[in-house]
Nanobody
Framework: QLQLVESGGGLVQPGGSLRLSCTAS???????IGWFRQAPGKEREGVSC????????KYADSVKGRFTISRDNAKNTVYLQMNSLKPEDTAIYYC??????????????????????WGQGTQVTVSS
């Protein structure tokens, strides 16, 4: 299993931008990677998922047009560029990896099997 470490979170004003990074301890080229978030009192939400090659991507409707996921397999890193941030984007953001096929939903359940790993999370706060 991979070990994942998220970074890049912080406090930003509404309309601002942040770029989150998810760096893996090992090779990620055969893993599908997802970004998830959980706000206080709310269920975990799948934000975006990217296939092992980077050629297929899914986004939650709530972030389409504002967030961009990308990966650099040479650096074992996946990024989440977040623009036009809103207060409702405030949450702890987690990255996760799995070898489950990409046709499966971008959901925590897909990333809960024996091939999956999760990072410790990074806080994103959008507030004026």
């Amino acid at each position: 299993q991979l070990q994942l470490v998220e970074s890049g979170g912080g406090l930003v004003q509404p309309g601002g931008s942040l770029r989150l990074s998810c760096t893996a301890s090992g090779f990620t080229f055969d893993y599908r990677i997802g970004w998830f978030r959980q706000a206080p009192g709310k269920e975990r939400e799948g934000v975006s998922c990217i296939s092992s090659s980077g050629g297929n991507i899914k986004y939650a409707d709530s972030v389409k047009g504002r967030f961009t996921i990308s990966r650099d397999n040479a650096k074992n890193t996946v990024y989440l560029q977040m623009n036009s941030l809103k207060p409702e984007d405030t949450a702890i953001y987690y990255c996760a990896a799995t070898k489950n096929p990409f046709y499966m939903p971008c959901s925590g359940r897909t990333y809960s099997d024996s091939t999956s790993s999760w990072g410790q999370g990074t806080q994103v706060t959008v507030s004026s």
